[in-house]
């Protein structure tokens, strides 16, 4: 990649945000741990992990059994603490509209 589109890729966003109340934002493009994004007009955060395209990652922290919220609604409650700058998928939350798999123990603390 030439030095003008790393800089483009750098200023072009890397996360939407689909809800003012949002505590995750969904990745856009793959996103490696250590970068820096701006979620919307919020404060800028570092990755904590590497977030494939169209997952989630957190933007704030989330307590355990926390609510994971998309679309200004909550989609899951969190299965242990999540970091702001975390990935967010089905390794630390459980949905909230989605039958669960009785094969697996996915109880909230």
Request: glycine content about 10%.
């Amino acid at each position: 990649m030439s030095r003008a589109e790393t800089n483009a890729a750098a200023r072009s966003p890397s996360v939407l945000s689909l809800g003012e109340t949002d505590n995750v934002v969904v990745a856009i493009r793959p996103l490696a741990r250590g970068a820096r994004i701006t979620p919307g007009d919020g404060p800028s955060l570092t990755l904590l992990d590497d977030v494939p395209f169209g997952h989630k990652l957190a933007i704030v922290d989330i307590a355990p059994g926390g609510p994971v919220i998309k679309y200004d609604e909550t989609i899951g409650r969190a299965t242990c603490a999540i970091a702001a700058g975390a990935h967010v998928h089905v390794h630390n939350v459980v949905s909230a509209r989605l039958p669960g798999d009785d094969s697996q123990d996915r109880r909230l603390p």
